[in-house]
């Protein structure tokens, strides 16, 4: 890979690092960091063995995750009691984990799946498939009033599963590899400089109240273009083009990453935010909801801080990216296959994006490779604190709200709401802030 020439701020639509509380490092941008980096990638064995998926799944494996359609379980499983969905989608887990259930203790009033049929139970015999045909309204199903977390209240003796062969099954279920960067296009076009990063740019004016992190100044246009938000508002620059082409794609040598997951009807982890910033500037690229295009049971605030009402907001506002795949074509005019993609637990990141890529830095497993067990686990909020000094994911610090809603309660309110959970910008700056402290430990000679 040729060296990139220095380039201006990155340009296309990134903003300054926004962390007002945690002084993040400076990086000296050199090809030699970027070696680094190269050098701390884990094998493709080593993240296999993590739970990251490095190949499309066959059509055995996909048939293996296929849920009831009414009860949403998996007929494999036994059935338990009902846990904690939001353990699945901790960072901190070394895996996704497949969720049979879930604990709406933290719905927020997201709209669960009609079924579309109803069956008879069988007296003194514990049904199979137990669901409701209702929606959730306010924590409590339409069809019967009982709470959420309640058992359903049609029985059915055996499961309906979809065909083997169900299109939308398979499509639900199909992870896309990193596309290369086309040979038409210059491959150094838009790339971060890896070299010293020019001065950024003149500081603007205060930020709104609400003002989501990484996110654009009132006026401007969104930070993922209108072809990805699905929006037609404040478009003041369009990019024509058709799916599976990215023009004039801005490819960065590395960048940090981090999402927050809900929990959707079936029991999935399903994408809600996407967060990813430039490694060497600190540059935010992308930070906005995702709005899923499937039913959710609730958008596990206690760990995401995203309720349902910032979803609506966010996408009646046109900031919020229309669903996962539209998320991971927006990533993917921002990297190529030799972009250092960097993540604390990451499996479960592109887990929710579908996404196989080949160069990866986990600082949940470099921290496993010392041989030592830190005093606390290895969760990112553990290591900032015992190997960084500093403090994140703190409970009640004071936030600018969550990714891509921007409303008029939230610009008239006198102060900062307070933290409702993990910010994935914090939580992308915190992790990238682990992988410096790595690179140090690398002498340059």
Known sequence: MAKPTRRPWPSNGTTEPYTPQIPWSSIVASMTCLEKLRLLCHSEAELKKAGYVMKPLDAAQIGSKARCIRCGKRPDQRVRRRTNATNAINKNKKGPTDLTSVNT????????????????????RKARCSYHTGRVRDKAFTCCGRHVSTEGC???????????????????????????????????AGRNPVSPPPPPPPPRAPRRQGHKRGGRQQGQPPLVADPWTGSHAHHHHHHHHHQGQYP???????????????????GDSELIR???????????LIDNLVAPSVPMTHYNTQYSGVTARDMREAVAAGTAILGRDRAREALFRLVGPDTVVVAHGGNNDLYALRWIHPLIVDTFLLEGYTGVKPEGGRSLQNLCKIKLGIAVQVKGRR?????????QRQSQSPSPRQRRGHDS????????????HWVNLIPDA
């Open 399 to 407: 936030t600018h709200g969550a990714a891509g809603v921007q409303s």
């Open 154 to 188: 049609v029985e059915a003796n055996q499961h309906t599963m979809p065909q083997p062969d169900d299109p939308v099954l398979h499509e639900y279920w199909r992870y896309h590899p990193t596309p290369p960067v086309s040979a038409q296009l210059d491959p150094d």
């Open 425 to 436: 910008y914090e939580d992308a700056m915190a992790t990238r802030e682990l992988l410096v």
């Open 274 to 284: 996407l967060t990813a910033v430039d490694f060497f500037s600190g540059a935010v």
């Open 248 to 266: 004039n794609p801005p490819r960065f040598h590395a960048i940090a990453l981090d999402c927050e997951m809900g929990v959707a009807a079936t």
């Open 105 to 124: 203790n933290e719905a927020n009033g997201a709209i669960g799946e009609e079924a579309s049929s109803a069956s008879t139970s069988v007296p003194g």
